[in-house]
């Protein structure tokens, strides 16, 4: 690691996490004359590919749109192995990128960010962290993401077991070795229907205790090809700016028709021209799958029987069919050979959706009086996510109120970019933006745009405070409930709606009109003095 810079204790911006949004902050606050301290919990960089190292973990946006738009240099040499990125080459990536614009001296690491408290008197932020330093700055940028809290479920006797555990999100840094073990893998989300094929191949026997069925479409990646790249390359600036725009801010062939116009014929060759090409992708076989749950039900019962025709044990194969919720409604797996690992005779399937884990034991774990013995468990349990971060930091703003207790209810933003009675506090992607719902860089990159060009417009117009007003705060909230019920989301008990924790207000988090509509609002917004936001100067504040 490169020799630390001189550190200063009152700056401009702290910035908490060096992943993809953290990075690209400091870089353009570098630029711009900007001081910053930017805390990194761990020794690395990359933030999402620096913790979740599990076997088989993978990008499911192709490499060239995940990936920095910012620098057409980086993008034009950049090399990027396979279609579909795997969780070492994106940190070597992240790597690259750091020491490419000298990023590296100016981040701490090994540091949390414990508490952040609004010090209304001075108009600043009195930051400090887990090696009890103190620092004071103007602005605080929460930019830790938003599956970056890890939750382990707490079943009875969690301490009792006397054998490995591991949570797919905070994977260790060397190898695991899963030969000739029993080996247990609790859930079945995005983590573990891409760890379960690599695990099945190494352990002696794998259980997989599944609570919901979700619905999978076959990644079909392959190494790069130069021309597929080179087209990219030499189409980069328009690419790019279609991809702001675009719904999901990844480029995705969307067919305008409704599932329902068309004939069953044409729909289920439709289908099966587009299971062929895999991806989540599959999602834009019509333009209706996410709004009318008849469209839905079709693309769904298509992806049932795949699985059904995978899976060569019936009673297996139906287990593994979602019934309960509509396709897309919780996050779409992209797998390699998931389904087909359940032909493997050293793997089961055991359904716990009626019945769930009773306790964990000394030697491994009981469902329904039935006991299993395990030398590792793997809890592909999932996150405290879009707030879990949020709230892991004690932040209080004007008049002490705190975070938690503000957002109780849930959480309240105006463009999941500030919370009224938090000035100059920013979230990058934060709850009420598209975030998780669309190509996560696009929206980094949209967002550390936005918040640096705003720090830059205070910084030339003397202003010294920004802050959304009540009534912009509470029409955003209700903006980004209302679009979401327009849309079948709401009917699943996803991560979105915040049901995987038990306790967490129900309400559906990210906003889902899309990048592109987003993105237009918050240039409307700007271009019309701020809309929704004030400020203040220098001056009012002294005249106080
Ligand atoms: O977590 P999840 P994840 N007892 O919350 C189960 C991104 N990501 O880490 O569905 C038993 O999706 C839970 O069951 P249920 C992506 O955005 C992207 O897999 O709640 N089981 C579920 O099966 C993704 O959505 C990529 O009934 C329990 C599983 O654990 C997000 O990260 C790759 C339980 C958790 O699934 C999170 O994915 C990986 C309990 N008490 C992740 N509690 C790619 O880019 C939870 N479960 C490809």
């Known amino acids: 690691m490169s020799d630390q810079v001189e550190k200063a204790s009152t700056v401009d911006v702290v910035i908490v996490g060096a992943g993809f949004a953290g990075l690209y902050l400091l870089h353009r606050a570098r630029k711009q004359g900007i001081s910053t301290r930017c805390f990194e919990r761990g020794d690395g960089v990359g933030g999402t590919w620096f913790w979740n190292r599990y076997p088989g973990a993978r990008c499911d946006v192709e490499s060239m749109q995940y990936s920095y738009g910012f620098d057409d240099d980086l993008q034009q040499e950049w090399e990027w192995p396979e279609k579909f990125s795997g969780q070492a080459d994106i940190l070597a990536y992240v790597n690259h990128v750091t020491d490419r614009f000298g990023l590296r001296p100016h981040i701490d690491f090994e540091t949390e960010v414990r508490a952040a408290h609004y010090d209304e008197s001075q108009r600043l932020w009195q930051i400090e962290t887990s090696l009890g330093?103190?620092?004071?700055?103007?602005?605080?940028?929460?930019?830790?993401?938003?599956?970056?809290?890890?939750?382990?479920?707490k079943f009875e006797g969690l301490d009792d077991y006397k054998g490995s555990t591991y949570h797919t999100g905070l994977w260790p840094h060397e190898e695991v070795n899963f030969t000739g073990q029993r080996v247990a893998v609790i859930g079945t989300g995005s983590s573990a229907i891409q760890a379960i094929p690599v695990i099945a191949e190494q352990a002696a026997h794998l259980t997989v205790f599944q609570r919901q069925a979700n619905f999978s479409i076959p990644s079909r990646n392959h190494p790069m090809t130069p021309e597929y790249a080179g087209a990219w390359r030499n189409g980069y600036a328009d690419k790019r700016a279609e991809m702001r725009y675009a719904p999901n801010g990844v480029l995705r062939d969307l067919n305008n028709k409704s599932a329902l116009d068309v004939s069953e014929a044409e729909r289920l060759e439709t289908y099966e021209a587009r299971w062929k090409i895999g991806g989540s992708g599959f999602l834009a076989s019509f333009n209706d799958i996410m709004t009318n749950k008849q469209a839905n039900d079709t693309m769904a019962e298509f992806v049932r029987n795949k699985i059904r025709q995978t899976v060569k044990d019936p009673v297996t194969g139906e287990l593994l069919a979602p019934k309960t919720h509509p396709i897309g409604t919780k996050r779409l797996c992209v797998d390699t050979g998931y389904y087909e690992t359940y032909n493997r005779d050293n793997v089961e399937l055991v359904d716990i959706s009626t019945a769930p884990i009773d306790r964990l034991t000394e030697s491994g774990l009981m469902?329904?009086?039935?006991?299993?013995?395990?030398?590792?468990?793997?809890?592909?349990?999932?996150?405290?996510?879009?707030?879990?971060?949020?709230?892991?930091v004690d932040i209080t703003g004007r008049d002490g109120l705190a975070l938690t207790k503000k957002w109780e209810a849930g959480p309240r933003t105006y463009l999941g970019l500030m919370s009224q009675g938090f000035p100059n506090?920013?979230?990058?992607?934060?709850?009420?933006?598209?975030?998780?719902?669309?190509?996560?860089?696009?929206?980094?990159?949209?967002?550390?745009?936005?918040?640096?060009?705003?720090?830059?417009?205070?910084?030339?117009q003397?202003?010294?405070?920004?802050?959304p007003a009540l009534e912009a705060e509470d029409a955003w909230v209700d903006h980004v409930q209302v679009v979401a019920h327009k849309t079948l989301f709401p009917q699943a008990n996803s991560w979105y709606m915040g049901a995987n924790i038990p306790g967490k207000p129900r309400l559906f988090?990210?906003?889902?009109?899309?990048?592109?509509?987003?993105?237009?609002?918050?240039?409307?917004v700007v271009a019309d003095g701020y809309r929704g936001f004030r400020f203040e100067t220098k001056k009012a504040m002294a005249a106080e």
């Open 133 to 153: 330093e103190r620092v004071a700055a103007k602005h605080f940028v929460m930019a830790g993401g938003c599956i970056s809290t890890a939750q382990v479920p």
């Open 367 to 392: 469902v329904n009086g039935r006991r299993f013995e395990f030398d590792s468990i793997v809890f592909a349990t999932g996150f405290d996510a879009m707030t879990g971060t949020l709230f892991n």
């Open 425 to 460: 506090m920013f979230m990058i992607t934060g709850p009420g933006s598209p975030s998780v719902k669309s190509n996560m860089i696009t929206s980094v990159e949209q967002h550390v745009d936005l918040v640096a060009d705003t720090i830059i417009h205070m910084r030339d």
């Open 462 to 467: 003397g202003l010294e405070l920004i802050e």
């Open 509 to 524: 988090m990210p906003y889902i009109a899309g990048v592109g509509a987003y993105r237009k609002i918050c240039e409307e």
